[in-house]
C-alpha cells in the first residue's frame, strides 16, 4: 500500500513539472488566453529575456502553424492528437486542419545505439542469434518508434520496428494531463461541451494503446491477411513471431513505391484507373464483407508493388465493424441515396448514443435538407468528406454520437475517397460501390438471415424477461429501505458556483489580513518585548506577513483580470 502511494505521488509530481512545459510551450505560441480561461496560469512561471523575444518573433505566424509547431515540440502524444484532430474535420476551421496534417511526416530520429538497448532489453539474449544483420541507418522515424532494415539468419529480409524509450511513460503522463484539460475545457468552455473534449482524449487513448502494443498489431495482420488471403490485388506482409515483442515489431520488407510519392515520372505496371477500382474493391470488401477495417489508410499506409498489387503498412489502427452495425451502414447508405430522410433518422436513431432525446420531427427535417444539399443533384457532386463532415455537425446538434468504430470507419472510407480522387478525379467511385450496399441488403433478406433474427429476437426477449422480476424487486427493496434517492444536478451554474468561491476567499483572506494589521498595530502601541530598535519584533512580523499577504491578493486579481 505504502509503495503504491510513493508511486501515486512521484506520478503527481511528474504530471505537474510535464503540465508546467506543456502550459509554457502553448503560451509560448501565443495561446496564452487559453491558459488563462482554464484557470492554469496559477502552474506556469513566466519566462523572461529570450524566450520572451522568441514569443515576439512566432506571434508573426498563423494561428494553425503554431498550434502544429507546438504540437510537434510537445512529442509523441500530441503529434497524434493532432492527426486526430485533422480528421475530425468538423472541429477545427480548414487552415487548421491543413496543418494538423502536416503531422503525418517523419519525425527526429534517435541513435541505434539507444534502439539497440531497448531490443536487447526485449529480446534478452544476443541480436546475433536472431538477425544477421541491422542496418543502423533508420528507414523510417515515427511518433512512436523508429524503423530498421534488417536481414534474419534464414536471409529473410525484414523490416524492425522499436517503441522509443521512455515512450509508454511519456504516453501515460501526457494522457493523465489531457483528461484533466478536457474536464477543464468541458467546465469553462461551454461552446465546446457539444464537442465533448473528454471522449476525444478517450478516443486518443485507445488509438495509442493500439499504437503501443506491438503484440495486438501483429494479431492484425495475421487477421488482415487471413481474411484476403487469395486475394490477388493485395499483399500482406508476414510477421515473424520468434523475432518481436511488446516493443518490438518484425515483419517482412515492403519494396515500392508510396501512393504519397507516386507522380508521372515513376512507372507503375496498373493504370491510374485500374489503381483506384482496386483500391475502392479492397475498402469496400474491409467494411461490407469481413467488418475488418484499416484505419488510417492515408498515402502513406500504402503501397504499390512491382506487380501492381497494393499493401497497407500500418497496422496500429484497426478497426471493427459487426455484423449489425455493416447492416445499419447499409440501410443508412441505401435510405440516403433513395432521398429518405424518415428511414434514414430510424437508422441514426438505432446506431447513436445521446444525451437527450431528440425531436424526431426536427431531425427529419434537418435529414432532409442534408439529403437535398448532397444528393439531390446527383453523383456527380458528391463529395463524401464533406458529406460525413456535415452529418456529424447535424447529430452533434441534435445530442447524437455515433459509436467510435463506427465513426472511424466513416474516416477510414472518407480517406480511401480521397485517395481515389488524387489518383484519378473522373474515377466513379459510387456506382462501383453500390454492388456491395445492394449485396449487402440481399443478404438480409436471405431464409436464414431472417430465422437468425428471428432466434435473437426470441432469445432476448426472454431473457429480459427472465430478469425483469428480479429487477422489479431490486428497485422495490431500494425504495422501501430508502437506498433510491434522486438527484438533481444543475447545469450552467459553474461560472456562478466559482465566481461565489473566489469572492468568499478573498473576503476571508481581506478579514485575516485587516486581523493581522490590527493586531500588530495593538502589539506595536503596546511595546510588547522582544524588541529591535525599540520596536515589538512580534508585531514587526506581523506587518511583514501582512504586506506579503497583501500583495498576493493583489497579484491573484490582476492575474484574474478583475479589480
Known sequence: MLIQRLRQIGRTKRSVQRLRVILGVFINYGYADVARRLHLLRFFEWPWGQRRRERESLAALPPSERLRRAFEELGPTFIKLGQLLASETHLLPVEFIEQLSLLREDVKTIPYSEIRKVMEQEFKWPLEGIFSSINPEPLAAASVAQ??????????????????????????????????????????????????????????????????????????????????????????????????????????????????????????????????????????????????????????????????????????????????????????????????????????????????????????????????????????????????????????????????????????LGQAESLVRELNPRHDLIQQATPYVRELRMERMQPREIIDGIYEFGREATELARELPVELRRMLDQLKNGRARLVFRHQGLEPLVEAGDRISNRLSFAVVLAALVIGSSVIVHAGIPPKWHDIPLIGLAGFLVAGVMAFWLLISILRHGRM
Request: net charge negative.
Open 147 to 412: 524503423v530498421h532494415r534488417a536481414k534474419l539468419r534464414d536471409g529473410t529480409d525484414v523490416v524492425v520496428k522499436v517503441q522509443r524509450p521512455g515512450i509508454r511513460e511519456a504516453v501515460e503522463t501526457d494522457l493523465e494531463i489531457l483528461h484533466y484539460l478536457a474536464d477543464l475545457i468541458e467546465r469553462y468552455v461551454p461552446e465546446w461541451r457539444s464537442h465533448r473534449p473528454s471522449a476525444l482524449v478517450g478516443e486518443l487513448g485507445r488509438t495509442l494503446k493500439q499504437e503501443l502494443d506491438f503484440n495486438l498489431r501483429a494479431s492484425h495482420v495475421e487477421r488482415f491477411a487471413q481474411q484476403f488471403a487469395g486475394e490477388k490485388t493485395l499483399f500482406v506482409p508476414r510477421i515473424h513471431r520468434h523475432a518481436m515483442t511488446g516493443r518490438v515489431e518484425t515483419m517482412d520488407f515492403v519494396a515500392g513505391v508510396r501512393l504519397a510519392e507516386l507522380d508521372e515520372d515513376i512507372p507503375i505496371p496498373v493504370s491510374a484507373d485500374e489503381l483506384c477500382h482496386r483500391l475502392v474493391d479492397l475498402t469496400m470488401k474491409q467494411v461490407f464483407t469481413h467488418g475488418f477495417f484499416h484505419g488510417d489508410p492515408h498515402p502513406g499506409n500504402l503501397r504499390v508493388l512491382a506487380d501492381g498489387r497494393l499493401c497497407y503498412l500500418d497496422y496500429g489502427m484497426m478497426g471493427f465493424l459487426d455484423h449489425r452495425g455493416r447492416a445499419a451502414l447499409g440501410d443508412l447508405v441505401y435510405a440516403l441515396a433513395n432521398q429518405d430522410e424518415v428511414a434514414a433518422s430510424h437508422v441514426l436513431l438505432r446506431l447513436a448514443a445521446s444525451d437527450h432525446e431528440p425531436s424526431r420531427e426536427q431531425l427529419e427535417a434537418d435529414l432532409a435538407g442534408f439529403i437535398h444539399r448532397h444528393f439531390g443533384g446527383g453523383n456527380a457532386r458528391l463529395e463524401f468528406n464533406r458529406v460525413l463532415r456535415d452529418l456529424v455537425e447535424l447529430m452533434r446538434n441534435h445530442g447524437l454520437h455515433l459509436p467510435g468504430g463506427f465513426l472511424l470507419m466513416l474516416k477510414s
